[in-house]
């Protein structure tokens, strides 16, 4: 055998660490091995071209690259040795700078460390054999999981391209949380409408299956063939025949007390309800645990009455819908932190106590007080807004929840407008950093007043005479050093509004175990890099706006598109290539009990008869690669084509 | 003087969480006896290393409040404390301090009465000694409890408690020190190793395995300095109510609230225990201060103030006091001899009807009927 052995020094990354002239010698040392090089940078083309020119006059068949994780370059060196001709797979990668020269304190041991990652990469890769990928067609269909701001673009834009969309909404419209906003920063653009037209446009593609009230309950096949389950939920009014004329809302008997969702609580509708005026589908839903006729059985049914479309249906079901695509958008958005977890700032104990959505709700024309700000019945005279709520708290959250600190402005901008109160924003370090975020808060530091400090108590127990009858007029005291002057004030306010964390949707966990894709340490999907693919979660399944982490509109929208065109990509070439490092079985060996069967996380196995013996088959196209089957076999018979026993022992025995 | 540390010295004295603090103020705004100018600014000229004499450090009482308000883990009363050791190690401690700390050195305790007495409460009580008996437990008395009148009742009480429950236990007598754990909150390490050292020596002479104590300063010491087995005397009795041995026949019948201590709340998680032990007591109706369990404020007997008394413009003990006032309380409960001690003399000093009684002498009353 033939081994090219070359050596990255990655800048100062790994040649600023280890001792490269060492590894070099050490290297020409190692047997087999006829050619030993180093360079810079060995991804660039350059070092490429390196390769590429000992491949063909020195004639190598295998080669190993000492560098970095094979996460990032591996995919470059294995074109390398296919455009020279070489199976990609005679490749191996020595990991010495993630493992090695990034990690490690002493000079000299981590030299020796890196030797035994080149000699055992030596070893291993004179074991690999030429491997074939595979292709697969794609399925020219999406699913995209989520309905607001960030599934509503994705839809669009995959379903513009004339490729169809599965959206699936577990709410009973789309809109998501952009939808209970008043205004949106920095522009202060209606929110309504700027979103309702792309609602209104999902509802009218024709590219576009929408499935509101649903979700995705499985999900089973792999990149290009995905084959997925949906739940529909039944809303009890038909909607295509439904003409969202509200009669029936109108007519139903119960009185609205039961606390809207979409209002954040803090407005009351009817079991039989549109969650917002502009909502789509533009049909209403019956709650069937609320419903008179499904609780008593005792109801005059006035809604089905006055239903001209005869759209009511108490007889809907449950279905269950199964669809094939090629390509998964996850697009689940955020819920908030809830801050009643932060006693002290009494949350639900005080009337006094908003969250940052229930505000946007009574700024909103359409939300429960049509447009007007009232505490306890008035109009507030001074407000405070505090930032961090949640967030950036060892407690609580670690992370930033990024917008906050913008919309809380934003706000107190739309606070003072309407009420002309006076306003306090409290915040620990202002983050305003996209474009023309400076200048608006800039523009709103004249119109508020901005306290550099972390509240620490909203309390209704007075200190002194003074704060006893600010108490006795329904005003809370906000404590908090202002950290610029150096000074404890006990400040009095109508009204407190807290800006939460933001934190994944309910039923984000659900859904990893669903997709198999893994979450992040604070429960977001995890992009498989965060710089240069922070759209893509696993082959085939991408990821936008806050599902991935916090962000605001205009970058959960660019990122919505960026996954939208990852899709795109996908179904335009119209396969996929399979990576074929996959487990396959000896049919000699394996006796057929199955026991790989149920440790299959892809369920790409399972058991057949092949001329009349049973035999576990894994089906190549679904499976992964994760080799949990091979460990498991107990007669052996499941073999992993990268990993098999040989060259595992020829790497191990070489780094001892 | 502005002195910037050197780098060891900052090692020295730094700790881990102080990078962490984003200067938010919460534990200067939480702080019930702050004047504003402490924890959040001395913790940014920690960080920096710019250390000048900052009198104000002596106000805080490490009573742990502003670490459970912190969202950074930067643990603020352990600023307070660094600032503390190199204040000592500077030789700039005020004078009320330097008392405390001659007082221990001279007398190993904070009054500075004479070692000789330690042992004089016991003098008409049949109380086992280690010279005299084995002993499974060794009842650690502590100072307070072994010098000071507004406590001795409650001493006396445990005595007979553990006398009747047959307890294998001994006092040191004489031969106890003080446990250091006021002096190693105040920064002053080197005293602190003395007297570890010292009482190891004394347990050691004696065959010392396991400690029951009431003090919760020392249960805290013994429990995380020392790593010593402890147990709180509450502990003990708690296990006897439970299992029957101690029968509380007689009716209490007032409205009590219980204050927590630093030491057994904040700094060992201890907050239903005396809770249970209260509400099993007959007619006893157990109400809540607006600050409780981890947002109780301290009795301002801590860090070295129990000596001379808190010398800061707020005295936390009223506040505390007005607390128990506002919920109509009529007996403030404590199970700590330092917060006993402080307590009492802020409810005469606002002159009011409220009393402070240990959970032991609230115990005791409804065991024997007497006592109050």
């Known amino acids: 055998m033939r081994v090219g052995v070359y050596i990255c020094h990655c800048g100062f990354n790994i040649a600023g660490f280890l ?31 390196l390769i590429r020119d000992d491949i063909e006059k020195l004639n190598l068949d295998r ?43 002493d000079k000299v041991k981590a030299t020796e460390k890196a030797k035994r990652i080149i000699r055992s990469a030596v070893e291993r890769v004179k074991h690999h054999t030429a491997l074939e990928s595979k292709r697969v067609n794609v399925i020219p269909r999406v699913l995209v999981i989520g309905g607001g701001i960030a599934g509503i673009s994705a839809s669009l834009l995959i379903a513009e391209a004339g490729v ?37 446009a999902v509802k009218e593609n024709p590219n576009i299956k929408l499935y509101t009230n649903s979700e995705v309950v499985e999900v089973r096949g792999s990149v290009g063939n995905f084959k997925v389950k949906i739940r529909v939920k039944p809303r009890f009014i038909d909607e295509d025949a439904c003409t969202g004329c509200m009669e029936c809302v109108d007519s139903c008997l119960y009185y609205p007390t039961i606390p809207s969702k979409f209002d954040e609580k803090i407005g009351f509708r009817k079991p039989i309800y549109m969650p917002f005026p502009q909502a789509i589908p533009n049909t209403p839903i019956i709650n069937p645990d609320e419903c008179l006729y499904f609780i008593t059985n005792k109801c005059p049914m006035y809604c089905e009455d006055v239903c001209e479309a005869d759209a009511i249906n108490f007889e809907q079901e449950e279905r269950i819908e199964e669809v094939e695509v090629g390509a998964i958008v996850i697009a689940t958005g955020y819920k908030l932190f809830d801050p009643s977890e932060i006693s002290e700032y009494g949350y639900g104990r005080y009337k006094n106590v908003f969250t940052a959505l229930q505000v946007e709700r009574m700024l909103n024309s359409t939300g429960p007080t049509g ?55 409290f915040y620990i370090d202002m983050r305003a950093f996209g474009k023309g975020y400076e200048e608006f808060y800039r523009s709103v530091l004249e119109e508020v007043k901005v306290v550099r400090g972390k509240v620490a108590e909203i309390t209704d127990i007075p200190m002194n005479d003074d704060e006893r009858r600010e108490v006795e007029r329904g005003r809370v005291i906000v404590v908090f050093e202002d950290t610029l002057l150096g000074r404890v004030e006990r400040i009095p306010f109508d009204m407190v509004i807290l800006s939460p964390a933001i934190e994944p949707s309910d039923g984000t966990k659900e859904l990893a ?40 509109i205009q970058d959960s929208v660019a990122q919505a598109e960026s996954a939208a065109g990852q899709a795109l990509s996908m179904i335009n070439r119209g396969f996929v290539e399979l990576e074929p490092t996959t487990a396959y079985v000896d049919e000699e060996k394996c006796s057929g009990c199955g026991m790989c069967v149920p440790v299959c996380p892809f369920q790409a196995i399972e058991v057949v008869s092949v001329n009349g013996h049973v035999r576990a088959r894994i089906d190549e196209s679904l499976c992964m690669g994760c080799g949990v089957c091979a460990a498991s076999c107990p007669s052996r018979a499941i073999r992993h084509r990268l990993f098999e026993s040989e060259t595992i022992r020829a790497e191990i025995l070489s780094l001892l | 003087m502005v002195e910037v540390l050197s780098e060891s010295y900052q090692n020295k004295f730094g700790y881990e969480g102080l990078t962490r603090c984003y200067q938010c103020g919460n534990c200067t705004a939480i702080c019930p006896v702050s004047d504003g100018r402490f924890p959040r600014r001395l913790i940014a000229h ?7 004499r900052f009198d104000e450090v002596w106000l805080c009482l490490q009573c742990k409040l502003c670490d459970e308000f912190c969202p950074r883990d930067t643990n603020p009363s352990l600023a307070m404390q660094t600032l503390k050791r190199i204040s000592v190690e500077n030789g700039s401690v005020p004078p009320h301090i330097g008392e405390f700390l001659m007082n221990v050195y001279r007398r190993r305790n904070p009054w500075g009465h004479s070692r000789m007495k330690r042992g004089e409460w016991m003098k008409d009580l049949n ?43 001994a006092v040191l007598g004489r031969d106890e020190g003080c446990c250091g754990n006021d002096v190693k909150r105040i920064g002053e390490d080197g005293l602190f190793e003395l007297l570890m050292e010292e009482n190891f020596k004394v347990f050691k002479r004696y065959g010392v395995e396991r400690i029951i104590t009431h003090s919760p300063h020392c249960y805290n010491t013994f429990k995380n300095d020392y790593n010593i087995e402890v147990k709180l005397f509450l502990e003990l009795l708690h296990d006897f109510i439970n299992d029957g041995s101690v029968e509380l026949k007689h009716e209490f019948k007032k409205v009590v609230t219980y204050h927590d201590s630093c030491f057994l709340g904040r700094y060992n998680n201890i907050y239903e225990l005396p809770r249970e032990i209260l509400r099993s007591v007959p007619g006893l109706k157990l109400v809540e201060m607006r600050s409780n369990r981890r947002t109780s404020i301290c009795c301002g007997g801590g860090a070295g103030n129990i000596a001379v008394g808190y010398q800061g413009k707020v005295q936390p003990s009223i506040l505390r006091v007005k607390e128990a006032l506002d919920v109509n309380a009529d007996v403030l409960a404590v199970a700590c001899p330092f917060c006993k001690i402080m307590l009492e003399e802020a409810s005469k000093s606002v002159n009011c009807n409220l009393k402070v009684l240990d959970v032991v002498d609230i115990v005791y009353h409804s065991m024997y009927g007497e006592g109050l």
């Open chain 1, 63 to 105: 080669v190993v690259v000492a560098a970095c994780s094979p996460n990032l370059h591996e995919a470059t060196f294995r074109r390398v040795l296919s455009e020279s001709g070489l199976n990609p797979f005679f490749l191996q990668i020595a990991n010495i700078r993630e493992q090695c020269s990034w990690v490690h304190s």
């Open chain 2, 127 to 169: 109380v086992p000694t280690v010279k005299d008996c084995e002993f499974d437990w060794l009842w650690f008395v502590g100072c307070a409890n072994s010098f000071d009148s507004r406590v001795l009742g409650v001493t006396e009480k445990i005595a007979r408690i553990l006398n009747e429950l047959e307890i294998s236990y």
């Open chain 1, 371 to 425: 447009g007007r700000i009232v505490v306890n019945g008035r109009e507030p005279e001074r407000v405070a807004i505090v930032h961090c709520v949640g967030s950036r708290d060892e407690r609580y959250r670690r992370y930033c929840s990024r917008v906050c600190c913008m919309y809380s402005l934003k706000l107190a901008h739309l606070i003072k407008e309407r009420t002309n109160a006076e306003v306090y924003n």
């Open chain 2, 46 to 52: 920690l960080r920096w290393g710019r250390i000048e």
């Open chain 1, 164 to 200: 169809e969309v599965y959206l699936v909404e577990r709410e009973p419209t789309i809109g998501g949380n952009m939808a209970k906003f008043d205004k949106v920063f920095p522009t202060l653009d209606c929110a309504a409408c700027i979103l309702t037209p792309k609602m209104t």
């Open chain 1, 513 to 552: 175990r669903i997709l198999k894709v893994s979450l992040d340490e604070n429960g977001f999907f995890r992009e498989i890099h965060p710089k240069l693919a922070p759209t893509v979660v696993a082959p085939g399944i991408f990821v936008c706006g806050c599902a991935q982490g916090p962000k605001d």
């Open chain 1, 19 to 49: 001792d490269i002239d060492e590894l070099v010698r050490y290297a020409e040392s190692l047997n087999d091995v006829v050619i030993v090089r180093d360079y810079r940078f060995m991804c660039s083309n350059p070092g490429q071209e």
